[in-house]
């Protein structure tokens, strides 16, 4: 076992060196692979904070986006209260507040002009509750099980709006993956014809090593290596830019609106899952350009 450790150590010296050494023997294609790599990261990465915020403004926009259900008007308060375990236990109600019909009344006198109430009391009112969802996309169907429940006189429910949300939703998911995958192909592409350069120029080692003994793996892994260090310094290369010019657009979106109408996040708050995001593509664009290209081009 222990001469066996020392040979790993220096087979993965080896394949670092030579992949490295790969690397600056084809400099341009190298350098173009980087370039292709930051370029794909930083426009998906750029949607990535798009999606991001989209969805951190929806998210605030659903929380406004709530069913109220009426109770019947001859219900008490207490018998009214009475019906929030029902509701509660729909499952795609998140949340429930009971308002009374006095608290209801306080809100709309308080908002307009107490001429427009005057000989009116609470008791025009209703109870109700203000329900929060889980899930917009399943508005409709909830509140028609909610108007189901024993004591529920109306319930009101813009399905429209909700309609809209998911839909718009889906739309920039849908888009968001298309753009990430042909730019991942690109990637892969050119990372690929990169490795192949450098197969192309090793034939002749390679035959030997191959005549030799050396190992499918031993052969391949210098390769592999090679893609995988291209990858991580364009995904590094481009979290660093990426954090730059998200940095610079936050500001100026945040002036323009006078930081009220328009809230951006702050890319401290996603940092650690966008550098996941880079650095793990860029790995796998590295590395799968790699295998690809040995796989059709390597007769090993």
């Known amino acids: 076992m222990n001469k066996k450790q020392p040979r790993r150590r220096n087979n993965l010296g080896y394949y670092i060196r030579e992949g490295t050494a790969s690397i600056f023997t084809h400099g341009f294609m190298s350098f173009a692979s980087v370039v292709i790599i930051v370029a794909c990261l930083v426009i998906m990465g750029s949607f990535l904070l798009v999606a991001f915020n989209v969805n951190d403004f929806m998210e605030e926009a659903e929380s406004r986006n709530q069913v109220m259900a009426f109770v019947e008007a001859e219900l008490t308060e207490e018998q009214a209260r009475a019906l929030e375990g029902e509701i509660l236990a729909d499952p795609n109600v998140a949340g429930i507040t009971f308002v009374t019909r006095e608290e209801a009344f306080s ?68 888009v968001f993956v298309a753009i990430v995958g042909v730019l991942l192909i690109i990637s892969v592409f050119i990372i690929s014809n990169t490795i192949k350069l450098a197969t192309f120029d090793r034939r002749e080692e390679i035959a030997i090593m191959r005549m030799v003994g050396a190992t499918n793996w031993f052969i391949r892994w210098p390769f592999i290596f090679q893609g995988f260090i291209l990858g991580l310094t364009g995904s590094v290369i481009a979290f660093l830019i990426q954090w730059g010019l998200y940095g610079v657009l936050a500001d100026q979106i945040m002036s323009l609106s006078g930081g009220n109408l328009i809230q951006v996040m702050s890319f401290a708050s996603i940092a650690d899952f966008m550098i996941m995001i880079f650095v793990g593509t860029g790995f796998v664009v590295g590395t799968l350009g790699s295998v690809i290209a040995i796989r059709n081009y390597l007769k090993v």
């Not at 001429?115 to 509140?143: C, K, N, P, W």
């Open 107 to 174: 809100v709309f006198t308080s908002a307009h002009d107490e001429g427009y109430f005057e000989g009116i009391d609470e008791s025009v009112l209703r109870h109700r509750f203000v329900i929060d969802l889980e899930d917009l996309g399943e508005m409709q169907a909830t509140a028609a099980r909610i108007r189901m429940v024993t004591g529920v006189a109306q319930v009101n429910a813009d399905t429209d709006i909700a309609e809209w949300f998911v839909t718009f939703r889906n739309i920039i998911v849908g």
